[in-house]
């Protein structure tokens, strides 16, 4: 069974910066595509940020595009989030997922394990 556990999130400034982390247990990180979502209270989920296995290729969000970072570490089983300018929309549950294949999806429904989040506020 596979478990991924979010830890870092913060209250922080506009501006500001933050990297947030999900450990996989139970399986290796390896073979599996992972990413970022977030909810925000009363708004669906919504994509971040994706990653995927072997050739580490990289898909962002619009709105995160050219302030955050998406990375692996499958020698840890960890997966990064780093987050540079933030605004107050950003406010959110962070949730980290892991799905079977290869390439990466914004498609939530396409992932098949989910951490239970870790929370990232924002203030102006």
């Known amino acids: 069974q596979v478990q991924l556990i979010e830890s870092g999130g913060a209250l922080v400034q506009a501006g500001g910066s933050l990297r947030i982390s999900c450990v996989v247990s139970?399986?290796?990180?390896?073979?599996?595509?992972m990413g970022w979502f977030r909810q925000a209270p009363g708004k669906e989920r919504e994509f971040v940020a994706t990653?995927?296995?072997?050739?580490?290729?990289?898909y962002y969000a619009d709105s995160v595009k050219g302030r955050f970072t998406i990375s692996r570490d499958n020698a840890k089983n960890e997966v990064y989030l780093q987050m540079n300018t933030l605004k107050p929309e950003d406010t959110a549950v962070y949730l980290c997922?892991?799905?079977?294949?290869?390439?990466?999806?914004?498609?939530?429904?396409?992932?098949?394990?989910w951490g239970q989040g870790t929370q990232v506020t924002v203030s102006s």
């Open positions: 997922a892991a799905k079977n294949g290869i390439l990466g999806s914004k498609d939530d429904r396409r992932y098949d394990y």
């Open positions: 139970g399986r290796s990180s390896s073979g599996y595509v």
């Open positions: 990653i995927s296995e072997g050739t580490r290729i990289t």
